[in-house]
């Protein structure tokens, strides 16, 4: 796989950045789009919610726009709860900051929000509890602990309810299963999606662009001596 692919239109945050590197006039804003997904687990349906972050703005003056998923929540034991997902979300998003920053790109830094999102699904929002990302195991590596994870990857279909419409979608979804100081944490990570309306035209792509982003995983566990199963989408 060739790391050195830049999309124009962009696809990715990475994209973003090498545009501007090499020189094109690049502008970026972003919304935010709380979906609600139907799921199934072991026969069991249930419901979700996907955080997205919705950028768009121009390169070189031809507009662009592209999703990007930074985390999954539900009010059950099968994902993060809805409020340690806009917690994972803000900080994977805030990480993407950082690279657009250092790129030379500034826009506003807006954050997910769950008092003015989810405010209906939360009855005592003091009981907050802050999630681990793998950023935090990666800094906790380097600093000279053993760290082992587990990988394995998903495609799981789900039905993405938007406003005046459903779609159904595939998803490139990631389970780290984290094992330090004898206890196993899991991070979820979805890495893109398509439409399986537009399968024909956007599963190469969403692949491709899952393994990059995992591809960019693998080499920063590479550079603290994590321990892991390096498995790619195919």
């Not at 249930?46 to 930074?70: H, M, N, Q, V, W």
């Not at 809805?82 to 954050?111: F, H």
């Not at 950023?135 to 789900?158: C, M, Q, T, V």
């Amino acid at each position: 796989m060739d790391e050195t692919i830049v999309h124009n239109p962009p696809i990715s945050i990475v994209d973003l950045a090498l545009l501007k590197q090499k020189g094109a006039t690049v502008t970026v804003n972003n919304t935010f789009e709380i979906n609600e997904v139907d799921l199934v687990h072991e026969e069991n349906p249930f419901r979700a919610f996907l955080f997205f972050s919705l950028f768009s703005g121009t390169i070189d003056g031809e507009p662009y726009e592209f999703r990007k998923c930074y985390s999954r929540g539900c009010v059950h034991n099968l994902c993060p709860h809805v409020s340690q997902a806009v917690m994972v979300a803000n900080r994977y998003l805030k990480r993407d900051y950082e690279t657009l920053e250092k790129a030379g790109i500034t826009l506003e830094e807006n954050l997910f929000s769950l008092e003015d999102m989810l405010t209906q699904l939360e009855e005592n929002r003091d009981n907050f509890v802050a999630t681990l990302i793998l950023e935090d195991y990666i800094h906790i590596a380097r600093d000279g602990d053993k760290i082992g994870i587990e990988i394995s990857l998903e495609n799981f279909p789900a039905v993405e309810n938007f406003a005046n419409y459903t779609e159904k979608r595939m998803f490139f979804s990631a389970n780290f299963h984290v094992n330090y100081l004898g206890e196993t944490h899991i991070c979820h990570r979805c890495f893109s999606c398509f439409a399986m309306t537009r399968e024909g035209l956007e599963v190469q792509t969403a692949r491709e662009l899952a393994n990059r982003r995992l591809v960019s995983v693998y080499t920063e566990f590479d550079k603290v001596g994590i321990e892991y199963n390096k498995v790619l989408f195919e």
